[in-house]
């Protein structure tokens, strides 16, 4: 498991579809060591702080094996590092495997798995592609989010180590599956609702679904 890319940016206004968007999905790589804050990494911020950075969703993360299924899928022959607005591009960690509450040593920094991602539109307008945002959500290739525990540098390369799972734990595939696709079993929504771990926005949700 390993960092392969750290990439920041800053909100900017863009156009799309005739109106003026502030989005900060536009990520570049970063050379060198990066600061890790609780909140977020040295140089990059968020637009929307209702939906996106704080606490829980400090960095995104997305598995560079992604990047060649999309390629195909496509038609384009490469994407950038940061392309899917992640601050992290990392290989090893894909949704299957990592469980919500991992903890992982990357760099210095400590970080704990928080939630999938829950894309919206301005994916579209990253990718260029009306109609992208659908696509990402059918192939449940979303990625995660990572809270900070430890601060500390971070850069691309370094190592990614396993430190803590919870064994009771549900997959980031298998949350996404709960709340947007066709996994409804009661066993789960209990397991997730008992997850500390999981942004409490989430849980919250879950909650509704099991009372609903």
């Not at 195909?72 to 950038?80: H, V």
């Not at 992208?132 to 990614?160: C, K, N, S």
């Amino acid at each position: 498991m390993q960092l392969i890319s750290v990439n920041v940016g800053l909100p900017r206004d863009v156009t799309w579809q005739g109106r003026t968007v502030t989005t900060g999905i536009f990520k570049e790589p970063v050379a060198g060591r990066v600061r890790l804050r609780r909140l977020n990494l040295d140089g990059d911020r968020q637009a929307d702080l209702r939906v996106h950075g704080g606490e829980h969703k400090a960095v995104y993360a997305y598995s560079y094996e992604h990047y060649a299924w999309w390629q195909r899928e496509l038609g384009r022959d490469a994407l950038e590092h940061g392309q899917f607005g992640e601050n992290f591009t990392l290989s090893g960690l894909l949704e299957d495997e990592v469980c919500i509450g991992d903890v992982f040593h990357i760099g210095t920094a400590q970080v704990q798995v928080s939630q999938p991602r829950s894309p919206c539109f301005k994916l579209d307008l990253r990718m260029g592609e009306d109609g992208f945002l659908a696509r990402f959500r059918a192939a449940q290739r979303v990625g995660f989010y990572l809270r900070v525990l430890e601060e500390g540098d971070v850069g691309a390369g370094d190592p990614i180590t396993a430190i803590a799972r919870d064994p009771d734990s549900l997959s980031v595939r298998e949350i996404y599956q709960l709340r947007y696709g066709d996994l409804r079993d009661r066993d789960r929504l209990e397991r997730a609702i008992r997850l500390t771990a999981l942004t409490p926005s989430w849980r919250e949700a879950f909650e509704k679904q099991l009372s609903g």
